[in-house]
Structure formats: structure tokens, C-alpha cells
């Protein structure tokens, strides 16, 4: 079985609806990340959460909202979805300290919006 | 966080070296290079990390400039499974927090 997975894996959803994309993780990790990808263009930070009860904003968290419902899961909303927020959605994960600073990233989420 | 540099494409013959350049000159002391590379859509994959010392694993070797300039990512043979586009990224570990920039990458391309 994966360690980082991704549901639903491709959404299509119309303007002004709420989505919920959810990942879920088996690596013991405390940190959780939520990434976006555009086509032709690198990732951009959404969301990320050191714990439970830590969760910070990234460069690009207007529109979005996070819930850290435990430590293995961290899922990702649009209240009001929008045609500009179609995009790949990656999750991922990371262990603390000295030299664990690899992040582990789940399959993705291929969202579009009508 | 430093910005690096990479070259948008690369072509390689399966089975030969594919060294990957990557430019971070304002790279400061506690920032260390990290590649990662994603294969068309799917997840990206960590393959190393470096501070200032050449370092190699199962997947490949990174060779870091004495100033920590540049680097350079070598995969000693590659495979027709190493398509895929290759990210360079800096971070610095200052505030414990791992934040990983993804530019445009360096697309490579391995053919037979």
C-alpha cells in the first residue's frame, strides 16, 4: 500500500460548489503539506502543518481552507469553488529533524472546476 | 530562500551519464540543495540532498561547487524511466520548517 494517499484521484466539480480533497498517510510523519500545480509550471505551497494543532498558510492559501483531523490525515477545501483553481493537487509529508527533510508526496488529485 | 537556476531541457542516450546543472549563487551557509524530479504528473520524488559535501545514493550523485554556487545532479546510467522533469530547490532549515520552492525544473529527456 501507498504511504501518502490521495482521494478522490480526479474531480470534476462546477463553479460555487464545496470540494474536499483528503490524504491520508501511514509514514508516522508529523508534517503535512498541501502543493498545487498549473500545467507547465512548478508546485505552490497551499497549506502545511507541523501537528494537530499547528497549521500555517503558504504562498497561495486564499480560497483554501485545512482541517489536520489527526496526525495521518490533512485535507484540503475550497468553500466556493472557482474555474481557476483546476489544477493537480499534491499532499504531502515530512519526518522532523537533522536529515529527514525529504518530502514524501502522494499521486495527486486531478481537479477541474466548470 | 535562494533561487536557483536550471537549464529547461536536457537530452540524454539510455545508458549514458545525465548531469543536470543548477545555479544558486546567493545560496547562504544554512540553506542546503535538495533534488526532486516528477514523472509526468505523478507525485514528486526526493532523490537527494547536500549541504557542501558531495553526496551519493542508490538513485544518484550530487557534486556541489567548493563556493556552493552550483551543483550538479548525475545519474551514472540513465534509463528511459528517468524522463522526467528534475527540480532544483534550495531550503533553508533555520525555523525547522522544510519549505520547498519549485521553479520550472530541467525536463529530461532519455531516449533509446
Redesign the interface.
Given at each position: 500500500d501507498a504511504d501518502?494517499t490521495q482521494t478522490p484521484r480526479n474531480r470534476i466539480t462546477k463553479t460555487g460548489k464545496r470540494i474536499m480533497l483528503e490524504c491520508s498517510q501511514t509514514k508516522g510523519h508529523d508534517?503535512m503539506y498541501w502543493?498545487r500545480q498549473d500545467p507547465?509550471?512548478?508546485?505552490?505551497?497551499i497549506y502545511?502543518s507541523?501537528d494537530v494543532k499547528d497549521i500555517n498558510k503558504g504562498e497561495i492559501s486564499d480560497g483554501y481552507s485545512v482541517s489536520r483531523q489527526a496526525q495521518a490525515k490533512f485535507s484540503l477545501s475550497l468553500e466556493s469553488a472557482i474555474p481557476n483553481q483546476t489544477a493537480?493537487y499534491?499532499c504531502?509529508t515530512?519526518g522532523?529533524g537533522q536529515g529527514s527533510?525529504?518530502?514524501?508526496?502522494?499521486?495527486?488529485t486531478?481537479l477541474t472546476v466548470l | 530562500d535562494a533561487k536557483t537556476t536550471q537549464p529547461p531541457s536536457m537530452d540524454c542516450a539510455e545508458g549514458r551519464a545525465a548531469n543536470l546543472p543548477c545555479n544558486h549563487s546567493t545560496i547562504s551557509g544554512n540553506e542546503?540543495v535538495?533534488w526532486y524530479r516528477q514523472i509526468h504528473?505523478?507525485?514528486?520524488?526526493?532523490i537527494i540532498?547536500g549541504l557542501k559535501n558531495n553526496e551519493t545514493n542508490e538513485m544518484a550523485s550530487l557534486i556541489i561547487t567548493e563556493d556552493r554556487k552550483s551543483s550538479t545532479l548525475i545519474l551514472p546510467h540513465a534509463t528511459l524511466r528517468d524522463t522526467a522533469v528534475y527540480?532544483c530547490i534550495v531550503?533553508s532549515?533555520s525555523t525547522?520548517?522544510?519549505?520547498?520552492?519549485?521553479?520550472?525544473?530541467t525536463r529530461l529527456l532519455v531516449s533509446p
Open positions: 501518502v508534517r502543493y507547465g509550471l512548478g508546485l505552490r505551497l502545511y507541523f493537480l499534491f504531502a515530512s522532523p527533510n525529504e518530502q514524501f508526496f502522494g499521486p495527486g486531478r | 542546503y535538495y504528473s505523478q507525485g514528486p520524488q526526493y540532498h527540480y531550503s532549515r525547522g520548517f522544510q519549505k520547498l520552492v519549485f521553479g520550472t525544473g
